[in-house]
Nanobody
Framework: QVQLVESGGGLVQAGDSLRLSCAASGRTSSSAVMAWFRQAPGKEREFVARISWNGGNTRYADSVKDRFTISRDNAKNTVNLQMNNLKPEDTAIYYC?????????????????WGQGTHVTVSS
């Protein structure tokens, strides 16, 4: 089992920055692909960003490209999401997810491990 705990959410104004962190424990693997998803009120959960085991391969949703940056520190078993120039439409619960098979995917169903989520609210 892999346990994931997100932190760093909060209430900010449009244009502000926020940094989310995800701490992994349990049967973690340095080969795990880590990702962030989000679910806005009344909407389905969607892909935000994912990162390969060595950090060399990243992918972003078009809606966050050039504003969000995903990174990881394998020594600390953490993955971060730096969010800049936040917009009201970024308001959502943000979830950290992991797949230890090393699948470079944006498909939610292929991530068996999930955190409880952290709330991000962006006011206009």
């Amino acid at each position: 089992q892999v346990q994931l705990v997100e932190s760093g959410g909060g209430l900010v104004q449009a244009g502000d920055s926020l940094r989310l962190s995800c701490a992994a424990s349990g049967r973690t693997s340095s080969s795990a692909v880590m990702a962030w998803f989000r679910q806005a009120p009344g909407k389905e959960r969607e892909f935000v960003a994912r990162i390969s085991w060595n950090g060399g391969n990243t992918r972003y949703a078009d809606s966050v490209k050039d504003r969000f940056t995903i990174s990881r520190d394998n020594a600390k078993n953490t993955v971060n999401l730096q969010m800049n120039n936040l917009k009201p439409e970024d308001t959502a619960i943000y979830y950290c997810a992991a797949n230890i098979r090393g699948l470079l995917t944006t498909i939610q169903a292929l991530y068996p491990y999930w955190g409880q989520g952290t709330h991000v609210t962006v006011s206009s």
